[in-house]
Nanobody, 124 residues
């Protein structure tokens, strides 16, 4: 599976953005998808993930209640709706996919296919 993240940009603190992760391939519905981010000079961190059927989601504590992950398997796309953005949300955001035998998310280190990132910049 090949992934392409998009939707990043410049937004003021308190604003919203929606990121998209478009996938190629007819078996996209067999993959759990995670969102990760990497701020300048920092390690890549987990943000959110969704199971292959969308029945399960999980979030980092830092984004819980502000970000929502969803998917449309018919469109081969996963979304990350980001609301109430903060300066510390500034980062390059990546989506990644991991093949799953059933509708679960799996360990955060088990996402094997990565797309290129999209930059989100939150300004004051």
């Amino acid at each position: 599976v090949q992934l392409q993240a998009s939707g990043g940009g410049l937004v003021q603190a308190g604003g919203s953005l929606r990121l998209s992760c478009a996938a190629s391939g007819r078996t996209f519905s067999s993959y759990a998808v995670g969102w990760f981010r990497q701020a300048p000079g920092k390690e890549r961190d987990f943000v959110a993930a969704i199971s292959r059927g969308g029945g399960y989601t999980t979030y980092a504590d830092s984004v819980k209640g502000r970000f929502t992950v969803s998917r449309d398997n018919a469109a081969n796309t996963v979304y990350l709706q980001m609301n109430s953005l903060k300066l510390e949300d500034t980062a390059v955001y990546f989506c990644a996919a991991g093949l799953r035998a059933s509708d679960y998310i799996g360990p955060r280190g088990s996402f094997d296919y990565w797309g290129q990132g999209t930059l989100v910049t939150v300004s004051s």
